[in-house]
């Protein structure tokens, strides 16, 4: 779009500046050819001397010029100042929205970096928390094996203990029958 902007402008800068550079012949008047205007400073040259003309000839109503080429150059000219006019308050409007938008890309890209290095602090607190769950699982099912451990031990100690108990109860059993004692 910038690209585009600055084209449009350096083709209407060229086209004023080519044709305002061209000279146009101006109207004929009393027998000599006079060109564009001169320069700034510069002295109009002088008609060579010549004998005075007729009084009629100096009282007759000067020749009909033409002034359609030079107005239509003026209008042309006019148009093309304003056209480059409107054209340098559009490139100066576009510079103006360009430097906007390069503030905002600027804060933007400002916030950018700062959310990533947030979401890289957050990443790096997930990852400790996920090693933290794993640990956690990992004593979780240690203490849980502990536990069925434990209950597969006491109740083999408590077998154990059953065992003995009846065997104690056989041999009271039998020492009864001995001692003749029901």
């Known amino acids: 779009m910038r690209a585009r902007i600055l084209s449009v402008g350096l083709f209407l800068v060229l086209a004023l500046c080519v044709g305002s550079c061209a000279t146009t ?26 004998t005075p003309p007729p ?7 000067p020749p009909l010029v033409e002034t359609e080429p030079v107005l239509a150059f003026a209008a042309g000219g006019f148009a093309l100042t304003e056209t480059l006019n409107k054209t340098l308050n559009m490139l100066s409007q576009a510079r103006e929205e360009n430097e906007k938008l390069q503030e905002t890309v600027a804060e933007l890209r400002q916030q950018l970096q700062e959310k990533s290095s947030a979401v890289n602090q957050l990443q790096t607190q997930l990852q400790a928390g996920d090693e933290k769950v794993q640990e956690l699982e990992a004593a979780l099912r240690t203490w849980q094996a502990d536990v069925l451990g434990f209950r597969d031990e006491m109740r083999q100690a408590e077998e154990a203990e059953l065992e003995v108990l009846q065997q104690i109860l056989t041999l009271l059993q039998i020492f009864k029958k001995e001692k003749g004692i029901e």
């Open 25 to 50: 012949p101006l109207p004929a008047t009393r027998g000599t050819q006079a060109t564009a205007p001169a320069l700034a400073g510069e002295q109009p040259p002088t008609p060579p001397a010549a």
């Open 55 to 61: 009084l009629l000839e100096t009282m007759a109503p």
